[in-house]
Structures are given as structure tokens and as C-alpha cells.
């Protein structure tokens, strides 16, 4: 049975940084591309960040230079770094396990930043 869960959620003040992970289980981890997605309150789903098999990595415009995502295939996990947070940053954060049509999800992580 294939397992997608995300943690490291909660509410932080703007500016400050919270650490997302993401443990698999039932699947090859190191071929498949991990991303971290968000989804806002009356907005569509988007991608945040993706990592490929071997560490290439691709950022949202909007948390580029802010968000770090890696992985670590010994330990089937994907994390997202995610710093100098902003109000706008506001969403349920879901991780995902893709490889060509075959596509996992977790259950999503809430992240507020607010003062």
C-alpha cells in the first residue's frame, strides 16, 4: 500500500521558517520526482517546488530564493525548507510522488503565517 505523509505545518509569524516533510512508503522512492504543492483558500492548486531522481530542482517564481526542497532516498523522504515566510505563503501544502502517469498524494500539511 503506497503511503504519502506530509508534517512540519503550523502557524509562524512573517518572516520566520518552517520545515515540511514528506515520508513515503510502498513505492521505488528514487525514481520518482517529489514536489511540494499548495493550495490557497478559493485559489487552484499550484506547484511550489519539484525534485527529480538525481537532485535537479524547480521553483515557483514566487518562493524562489526563500523555499529549499531536497530528498533523501535512503530514508524515503522529500522536505521543503521554507523561510522569510509571507502572509501570501497562507495554503495546505501536499506532497506528491510522480512517475510518468503514476501519481501519489498526501493528505496535505496547513501552513498560516500571520501575526
Known amino acids: 500500500q503506497v503511503q504519502v505523509v506530509e508534517s512540519g505545518g503550523g502557524l509562524v509569524q512573517p518572516g520566520g521558517s518552517l520545515r515540511l516533510s514528506c515520508v513515503t512508503s510502498?513505492?521505488?522512492?528514487?525514481?520518482?520526482?517529489m514536489g511540494w504543492y499548495r493550495q490557497a483558500p478559493g485559489k487552484q492548486r499550484e506547484l511550489v517546488a519539484a525534485?527529480?531522481?538525481?537532485?535537479?530542482?524547480n521553483y515557483a517564481d514566487s518562493v524562489r530564493g526563500r523555499f529549499t526542497i531536497s530528498r533523501d532516498n535512503a530514508k524515503f523522504t522529500a522536505n521543503l525548507q521554507m523561510n522569510t515566510l509571507k502572509p501570501e505563503d497562507t495554503a495546505v501544502y501536499y506532497c506528491?510522488?510522480?512517475?510518468?502517469?503514476?501519481?501519489?498524494w498526501g493528505q496535505g500539511t496547513q501552513v498560516t503565517v500571520s501575526s
Open positions: 510502498g513505492i521505488n522512492f528514487s525514481i520518482y520526482v
Open positions: 506528491n510522488a510522480q512517475r510518468t502517469s503514476v501519481v501519489h
Open positions: 525534485i527529480t531522481r538525481d537532485g535537479t530542482t
